[in-house]
């Protein structure tokens, strides 16, 4: 009962109505389509411009996401595994889509089929597409510097041979891909693997191998050198409003280039379940971690680890509620998590709790997450499960 006598109107809770959702990730379409629109100024005609959504458009929605960016001048969606390329077909977009995964055999017919093209990093992959039985179009991808998916100089003669046994399978790319770009601020060894990366190109063109379509930039490489986009520019995190990294942000800054405008575009919320007070003495969640040194307000908030809101979590960070920040408190569990809102008296059940995003003047970024975690930007935002429901604002 309020004090006036008139009962308190209970907070709705249903499951047509997404800002009443327990977990909802809100996210900012206008804020996609905005960020492709800037790195598209950065991407020279006629270079084309490859918007990558795997791993969900990192964390984003896949469908959301890729219409998005169509809308804000993508050429091309890249993508990890076939299973996502279907996802965009049976969606009905027909925009260019490249696997930059690995497929198998199976797969590869069913890209081919689909009209997606693939890539192929070793000779085990360039069987497999010949064996798809059908046309298919190929990336070949090359080792230089990462060692992780790649075809190394030595394999090239192999690869040269299973594509002229196999005049099904058409090579259009050549493509590779940076290990040590973000994470500081020399350059060296990325040139290095520029230069490695002519090297197979000439080697590829020596040996009669036809015009093909080359990439290896990625969003810090598309951030920092506009000049040597190649011929199909591949952006990730820059597209969703993040900077890959401190060290990408500071070159750039330091290149004097003009400024660019980057929007994240995603808000996690959720609703808080209940309110109770803890008497002074008494303790909090497994393991009694926390213990109330007075009498204290918490809050309980139905997200948990297996939603994809880390147990490293527990203890630190904060989350935002009636545009305060309340701490997180004792041990995150499977479906909970704890905040004291001692110092909040107006949080009731049903409010709205922000974990990532804006509430008010306060922010809570991928980044400080990341900070908190031990981790990247990158590894935070894929990190909810399906149990949120995504919502485009």
């Given at each position: 009962m309020k004090q006036d006598g008139t009962p308190k109107k209970l907070p709705r809770l249903t499951a047509d109505d997404p800002a009443g959702s327990w977990l909802t990730i809100e996210v900012d379409s206008g804020a996609l389509t905005h960020n492709l629109k800037e790195l598209r100024r950065l991407v020279a005609a006629p270079t084309r411009l490859m918007a990558v959504v795997k791993a969900n458009a990192y964390g984003h929605g896949l469908l959301l996401a890729a219409r998005a960016f169509i809308a804000?001048?993508?050429?091309?969606?890249?993508?990890?595994s076939w299973h996502e390329a279907e996802a965009l077909r049976h969606s009905g977009l027909d925009i260019p889509v490249v696997i930059l995964g690995p497929v198998?055999?199976?797969?590869?017919?069913?890209?081919?089929?689909?009209?997606?093209?693939?890539?192929?990093?070793?000779?085990?992959?360039a069987v497999w597409a010949a064996g798809c039985g059908c046309p298919v179009r190929i990336h070949l991808k090359v080792e230089t510097g990462v060692n992780r998916q790649g075809v190394t100089e030595n394999e090239i003669p192999q690869i040269l041979e299973i594509l002229h046994g196999n005049p099904q399978i058409e090579l259009v790319g050549l493509s590779s891909h940076f290990a040590d770009i973000e994470d500081t601020t020399n350059h060296d060894?990325?040139?290095?693997?520029?230069?490695?990366?002519?090297?197979?190109?000439?080697?590829?063109?020596?040996?009669?191998?036809?015009?093909?379509?080359t990439h290896m930039t990625c969003s810090a490489a598309t951030l920092l050198w506009p000049g040597v986009h190649g011929d199909l520019a591949r952006v990730g995190i820059s597209a969703y409003g993040i900077w890959p990294s401190r060290e990408t942000l500071?070159?750039?800054?330091?290149?004097?280039?003009?400024?660019?405008?980057?929007?994240?575009?995603?808000?996690?919320?959720?609703r808080i379940s209940q309110v109770r007070l803890v008497p002074a003495g008494e303790t909090v969640g497994y393991g009694r971690d926390w213990k109330a040194m007075a009498d204290s307000t918490i809050a309980v908030l139905p997200v948990g680890y297996s939603d994809g809101w880390p147990r490293?979590?527990?203890?630190?960070?904060?989350?935002?509620?009636?545009?305060?920040?309340?701490p997180l408190i004792g041990r995150i569990c499977m479906n909970l998590c704890?905040?004291?809102?001692?110092?909040?008296p107006q949080a009731q059940a049903g409010d709205e709790a922000v974990l990532l995003g804006r509430q008010g003047d306060e922010l809570i970024t991928p980044e400080m997450l990341a900070g908190y975690l031990g981790t990247i930007a990158y590894e935070v935002l894929t990190l909810p499960a399906d149990t949120w429901k995504r919502v485009s604002i």
């Open positions: 804000g001048g993508a050429d091309v969606l890249g993508v990890h198998n055999q199976a797969e590869a017919a069913l890209a081919a089929g689909a009209k997606v093209e693939i890539t192929v990093a070793s000779a085990a992959a060894f990325a040139r290095t693997q520029m230069k490695r990366f002519e090297g197979y190109r000439r080697l590829l063109d020596d040996a009669g191998v036809g015009t093909l379509e500071v070159s750039f800054r330091e290149m004097g280039s003009g400024p660019i405008d980057l929007k994240p575009a995603v808000t996690w919320k959720c490293a979590l527990s203890g630190r960070g904060h989350v935002l509620i009636a545009g305060y920040r309340a704890m905040v004291d809102v001692t110092n909040i």
